[in-house]
């Protein structure tokens, strides 16, 4: 889409606008709305809490995938709303984080009130709520330049109100908006057709490996009944091992705190967070020392190994240890040596990735707000064993075709990255005035 500049521009003096157009003038925030503070009741005066009134977080305003809001997780009662500094501001008001984080907004679809980590933005005469909220969506940076704090940072209602903005005529105000509504609802549902293909490409993944090492790859091949739950039925030239029948070791690694032994350079030190997919994404982030590592020879990594994650938000997953990771060291994984005789590493790793191997390693976790696997538990878990040649063969299949998979995850990601900063630029360029929308819209219905 091309679009003409406007005839004439003007310096605004303001940094994050730079050029304006002649006929639109710049002022602070607090010339434009009304600012409104939050806060929160006493958490422990049941009085306060689960009423009618929207009480909008910036954990709200962060999960909404619309510029709308016209709920929140929690609301209060008028109780609640009175025995507090917050304040009711009324539907087209702007909700604006300005902590933890800022710059997150909605336009308010109910009147509601928020905490303490919003302010609220009710505009004045002559003022389109619509351009504004893209005018902040488009000033994120700027605003977060302003936020003062050490633990997080936070915009005060003072410093919102003095941050300064375009001021268009009202009708291009609207006209801004109206452009922008459409034109980011186009890019939008192209970026929703990309998720969708990644939902997609998720679930197509995950079932190929599933089949892959739970079937095999001859598709006439005579079945038998597992046994097992949740595996059902393998071909009948398969074997059902538990992992501690087909591995020579099961250990983890050092579970102490990190702080008193992380050092800038030396033995790679592997932690959760590096463990995606079945690989291993080191980041050269993490080392010990070689003595450090020495003391602790059980959790040395050989090629072959498969971790698992142990504990916390990602409890079960998995990563293959590759040459490139052998010798380096690992914290707070279960550690799987197979037998090379009876499994291979990779063949562990895509089952352990598959539908049965979640599931199974999801049942005997413990603690529902901080999962935990024990060794003493996964070694007993039961797995499909298919003769050593065809699990090389089922492997390389599942490389094959998580390949091309990934190639079109990888393609899907970056249409909509690219997508995301084409809306992004476009919002920024019609609220800075250096594009003209205004006949726009005549101009699309006549086309």
Known sequence: MSLPSYPEYKDSGVDWLEKVPANWSIAPLKCC???????????????????????????????????????????????????????LVPEGSIVLSTRAPIGSLA??????????????????AGIDELFYAYCLLASTKAL?????????????????????????????????AAFLNRETGKIDALISEQEKLLILLAEKRQATISYAV??????GAPMKESGTKWLQKIPSHWDVR?????????????????????????????????????????GNDYFVTREWSQGRAKSILEDGDVLIVQTGAGTGDVGLVSSQE??????????????????????????????YGRETLASIQTGAMHPHLNC?????????????VEQAKIVDFILSETAKLDALKYQAERAIKLLTERRAALIAAAVTGKVDVRNAASEELAA
């Open 376 to 388: 003493g538990e996964v070694k007993f878990v039961d797995l499909p064993v298919p003769p050593l």
């Open 214 to 219: 739970t079937r095999g790859l001859s598709a």
């Open 242 to 282: 538990t992992i501690a029948k087909c591995t020579t070791k099961i250990t983890n690694g050092y579970v102490g705190p990190t702080r008193d032994i992380l050092v800038d350079e030396g033995v790679p030190y592997i932690q959760a967070t590096h463990i995606k997919n079945g690989r291993i994404n080191f």
């Open 107 to 124: 336009i308010a679809k109910t009147e509601l009130c928020t905490n303490q980590g919003c302010k609220s933005l009710v505009p004045k």
């Open 144 to 176: 977060n330049l302003r936020g003062k704090g050490t633990t997080f940072l936070e915009l005060s209602a003072d410093e919102l109100g003095a941050f300064k903005v375009p001021l268009p005529p009202f009708d291009e105000q609207a006209a801004v």
């Open 326 to 355: 052998a010798g380096f060291n690992c914290h707070a994984l279960i550690i799987l040596s197979p037998d090379p005789t009876v499994l291979s590493g990779a063949f562990l790793c895509a089952t352990l990735q598959s539908t």
């Open 33 to 87: 709305f009304m600012i409104y503070g939050g806060s929160t009741p006493k958490s422990d005066e049941t009085s306060f809490w689960d009423g009618e009134i929207v009480w909008v977080s910036p954990a709200d305003l962060s999960k909404l995938s619309t510029l709308y809001i016209n709920d929140s997780a929690r609301k209060i009662t008028y109780a609640g709303l009175n025995s507090c500094g917050t304040t």
